[in-house]
Nanobody, 124 residues
Framework: QVQLVESGGGSVQAGGSLRLSCERS????????MGWFRQVPGKEREGVVM????????YYSDSVKGRFTISQDNAKKMLYLQMNSLKPEDTAIYYC?????????????????WGQGTQVTVSS
């Protein structure tokens, strides 16, 4: 059974940092890519960052470029998102995604696997 389990969300003041983690399990073959999406109630899910697992090539949305860093530990099947210089507009539920549909920018309607989400709240 495929599972993606996120952790590391929380509340922080503007300018602070958080690190999200996502552990994947149950995949019979390695996904082509993994990524982080975020969603605010009433708005469409937004693709934030993506990494191609084998090549390590990354994609960042303009809204987070220079502040967020995606990384992976393939031996542990872990994905990370280091978020620095957080802003109130970064407040959202963050979802980990993995699969073989890897368009850029990341497509929230892609037929990939999703985690349950972790809340990130940034106060001003």
């Amino acid at each position: 059974q495929v599972q993606l389990v996120e952790s590391g969300g929380g509340s922080v003041q503007a300018g602070g940092s958080l690190r999200l983690s996502c552990e994947r399990s149950g995949f019979t073959t390695t996904p082509h890519c993994m990524g982080w999406f975020r969603q605010v109630p009433g708005k469409e899910r937004e693709g934030v960052v993506m990494i191609y697992i084998i090549s390590g090539i990354t994609y960042y949305s303009d809204s987070v470029k220079g502040r967020f860093t995606i990384s992976q530990d393939n031996a542990k099947k872990m994905l990370y998102l280091q978020m620095n210089s957080l802003k109130p507009e970064d407040t959202a539920i963050y979802y980990c995604s993995a699969g073989w549909s890897c368009r850029r920018p990341p497509d929230p309607k892609a037929n990939n696997y999703w985690g349950q989400g972790t809340q990130v709240t940034v106060s001003s």
